[in-house]
Each structure stands twice: as C-alpha cells, then as structure tokens.
C-alpha cells in the first residue's frame, strides 16, 4: 500500500517540479558567471566527512560515502555552498585548538596566533590591523558579559568564531566564514 501511495505522489509531483522554471523570474540583477566544476567538491569539502576529517581527503570521501552514500555531501555542495568552505572548518578547528592564546593575543592586540588566524581564513595581512581592532572590541564585550567565565570551551570558541567572522567582514576582509 505504502508503494502505491509514493508512486501516485511521484506522479502527482512530477509535473509540479518540471514546471517550476517555467515561471517568469522576477530577479533581473546580474549574476557572477561561474565556470562549471567551480563549486565546492562536495564528498572532500561538505557533508559530515569534512566536518570530520577537513585535512585529510580520504578520509572525509569515505565517511561522506559510508553514512549516506554522499546524499548530505551533494545536499550541502548544491544548496548552501558556502558551508563547504575548507577555509571555514580550519579557522573554527584553529580557533577551538587555540582558544587560550588566541585570546591572549587578542587581548594584547598582537601575536602568532592572530597571524595565523587571518592566514588560515584567508585574509590579507593589510586588514590585520583593522580586524585586530575589531575583534579586540567585540572580545572586550563578550568578556564582560557575566556568564563569559561559566561557557564551555565549545561555547566560547563558537562565540569567538562568530565575533572573529563580523571582525573580518567589517574589516572588509571578504572571506567565507
């Protein structure tokens, strides 16, 4: 019975999604032209398998490919590409490995770790100073808040990612993070 039903919705659905396009599009803005293979490889860069092993290639196409046949990976690659950014899982890996130094440069508003930071995401060393002023203010107002000291690590890294990314955005440092 449950057979009979999704090939009757198939049948109802089909011709829903073929004439989907069909209608007027109203967004007449330019849009960048990409060359085709120009997106993200889904089974190395998205899915679980690169959360889980962004340095290591083999490793991140055989999870994708033994939890879900790469189902998540392509899902990931097609509608929300820019959550498959290799650059975006090494900074929040650096920053979550790092958290203490990090924070202590920050602090003092100089050091390796910033470097490495804004090496490793993928800006300019020209924007270091304005993203080090940046992050430097936005750090100040997340350690004054009284529940700074009771976060886990986790939490503080996440809110350190995110202060990290408005940061470089101000900053006009215009990365996928």
Known sequence: MNILKLSALTFVMVPFVAFADAAPKTDTAPKAEKTQGS???????????????????????TSNAIWDLGSTAITSAISSP???????????????????????????????????????????????????????????????????????RIDRAASFYSSTKDAMTAANCNVVL
């Open 39 to 61: 997106g993200p490889n889904p089974y190395v860069e998205c899915g679980i398998g690169a959360a889980l092993f962004p340095t290591t290639n083999w490793a991140a196409v």
């Open 82 to 152: 820019e959550t498959c950014s290799a650059k975006k899982m090494k900074t929040a890996k650096l920053i979550l490995e790092t958290l203490p130094e990090l924070e202590k440069d920050v602090a003092a508003g100089e050091g390796k770790y910033i470097t490495a930071l804004l090496a490793t995401a993928g800006c300019d060393a020209s924007s270091k100073g304005a993203i080090t002023a940046n992050m430097r203010s936005s750090y100040a107002t997340m350690v004054s808040a009284g529940d700074y000291a009771d976060k886990s």
